[in-house]
């Protein structure tokens, strides 16, 4: 294993010159839990200001204040996406490493962390320097996550590649620590240290999970392990302790069950678990703006779309110092109005976001034009758009992140760029197609009442498109499109036989398909799930594995494979369960 605690193998050869500068003496590492305690409840309550006032003093003196205070400046930088927020988060996170640099076990060059443990025993380790090495590891996971984000350099891209390898051995190593010490007498800071190698090995383990098979093998040949159970477990138990991570293994189990398993999977998160997950904490910080979010996420997910317009709202109404959290919430309004086809009011978000939000502005501006597209002429001229003027405007707002382009917006801009030529040709139904992308139509699946509205948009489109007195070289295309959308429609109705017809008649375009390629390898997935949710096992895995095996090359092909490898292994599971 290589010596991965060797401070010039990890960091920008800044350690040395700390060597020497004594430990602050006036907090210990107790008083220093018991700060950040103090300092996540008004965190929690958004008063984030005074929570970095809390902290900053102690900053170069106690790991955990530097690991609080880097933390909060490094969730800002994630939601601002602004290259000036993400430099100095990036400056407080290597203050933070050299902090935590001071109290590790001085090791020599050639002996590694792991040798330590292994002959010398866990006794060497004082407590401060087992809590040294997570909140290092921690801070270094965060370093590398905006390192990749922050410029577009290969060089860059490989140093936080590193940066992250380095994090997941020391949590590795932190488990073999909480391992060999189960008899050990667990006092509040050693509980403390357990809670964070839960949150760290869980969360590892679980996003690694997430991915394809082939990538999957690549890295575990590396050294890492992606096992969605024990991922699980570990977050669970974390999420359980009375810790201070307890709630970052709170967030990260609802960030997976609500986000990851909707847009990366099949829609199918376990909203019971994010509730009561949740439930303690709406109790004790009603008025959290995180809290409300995550509350109001759930409700969209149940398909009660008014009731989470009305919390997404109240999160607004919160607090006003981080405005990231409001265009979270336009982000989720946005397209809380879009499955209701109140398209004036999706607009409305749409806007707000291309106004205040770095995140993505072509994105915006797509989803900004794409639903002005839905409103009759009169309501467009009432905004003061130029619906054409907005799409070719998309690929100029394009942006790379670690070399990059970001596939949703490759998308955006392939879709746009109809609008370049001289005779622009409409996109058809382009907000629907996005929310498919979003996988939003399995969100929209759980109303029955909006999912027939949304049919009848469909067809109407279906119709123009049949009607066409003048058939584009798109027409196939978006026939095609058309097809899938109504099919996915038909699904959630209970229609199978119609949605089948509908998926096969995309299948069957394939040759004629010219610029939509995607069409028809997610159409082979949707056919799976179709047959899945029939209980048809081996009809579904042919279908998966035929989108899977047949086609490569095409527009959001990850994240198709995202999908696929979470098909599969819940068909795995569901055919042990249903031999």
Request: one cysteine or more; aromatic letters at 10%.
């Amino acid at each position: 294993m290589a010596n991965f605690t060797d401070p010039r193998a990890d960091e920008d050869q800044y350690e040395d010159a700390f060597e020497d500068i004594p430990m602050a003496s006036q907090m210990d590492l107790k008083s220093a839990l018991d700060d950040c305690n103090v300092a996540l409840g008004l965190f929690l309550n958004n008063k984030f200001s005074e929570a970095l006032d809390l902290l900053r003093p102690w900053s170069k003196d106690s790991m955990y204040h530097a690991l609080g205070y880097s933390t909060m400046h490094a969730m800002q930088a994630a939601m601002t996406f602004e290259q000036h927020d993400i430099l100095a988060a990036i400056s407080t996170l290597k203050e933070a490493l050299q902090t935590c640099q001071k109290f590790r076990k001085k090791n020599s060059v050639v002996e590694s962390f792991s040798l330590l443990i292994l002959k010398r025993g866990t006794d060497q380790l004082t407590e401060e320097e087992m809590h040294a090495e997570m909140c290092y590891a921690e801070c270094l996971l965060q370093k590398a996550a905006l390192t990749l984000v922050q410029d577009e350099n290969m060089i860059n891209f490989i140093k936080g590649g590193i940066k992250i390898r380095t994090s997941y051995n020391i949590y590795r190593e932190c488990q073999q620590i909480v391992q060999m010490t189960q008899d050990r007498v667990k006092t509040d800071v050693y509980c403390q240290f357990e809670g964070g190698v839960k949150l760290g090995i869980g969360a590892f383990n679980l996003m690694l999970s997430l991915l394809p098979l082939r990538i999957l093998r690549l890295l575990e040949f590396i050294g890492f392990s992606g096992n969605r159970d024990l991922g699980l477990t570990m977050l669970r138990e974390g999420a359980a302790a009375h810790s201070l991570r307890a709630i970052l293994s709170v967030l990260t189990l609802l960030m997976y069950q609500t986000y990851i398993t909707v847009v990366l999977g099949g829609g199918e998160g376990n909203l019971q678990e994010a509730e009561s997950l949740l439930e303690p904490y709406l109790k004790k910080y009603p008025n959290g703006s995180i809290i409300i979010f995550y509350g109001a996420r759930i409700s969209i997910l149940k398909g009660n779309f008014e009731m989470a317009q009305v919390k997404f709202e109240e999160c607004i109404a919160a607090q006003e110092e981080w405005r990231q959290i409001h265009h979270l919430c336009y982000w989720e309004l946005m397209w809380s109005n879009s499955f209701q086809q109140q398209w004036l009011e999706a607009y409305r978000y749409a806007d707000l976001l291309c106004k205040e939000s770095r995140w993505s502005q072509a994105i915006y501006t797509f989803q900004k034009a794409a639903i002005l597209s839905m409103l009759p002429e009169k309501d467009v001229k009432q905004t003061s758009e130029n619906v054409e003027e907005l799409f070719r405007r998309v690929e100029s707002l394009k942006q790379r992140f670690a070399g990059k382009s970001i596939p949703t917006e490759k998308f955006a801009v392939r879709k746009a760029r109809r609008y370049t030529s001289p005779t622009p040709v409409k996109l058809v139904l382009p907000p629907l197609e996005m929310m498919y992308i979003w996988n939003g139509f399995a969100i929209l699946g759980k109303r029955a009442d909006l999912t027939e509205n949304m049919l009848v948009t469909i067809e109407k489109a279906e119709t123009e498109l049949q009607n066409n007195p003048k058939p584009a070289e798109y027409q196939v295309d978006d026939e095609s499109l058309v097809q899938l959308l109504k099919g996915l429609c038909l699904k959630y109705l209970g229609r199978y036989l119609q949605a089948e017809l509908c998926l096969n008649q995309v299948i069957q375009n394939e040759k004629r398909i010219r610029y939509d390629h995607y069409l028809v390898p997610y159409a082979h997935y949707e056919m799976g799930m179709l047959h899945k949710g029939q209980g048809e096992w081996e009809k579904a895995k042919r279908s998966i594995e035929t989108a899977k095996n047949n086609y490569k090359d095409y527009s959001m092909e990850s994240r198709l494979h995202f999908r696929i490898h979470a098909a599969l292994n819940s068909l795995n599971t569901s055919g042990q369960d249903h031999p």
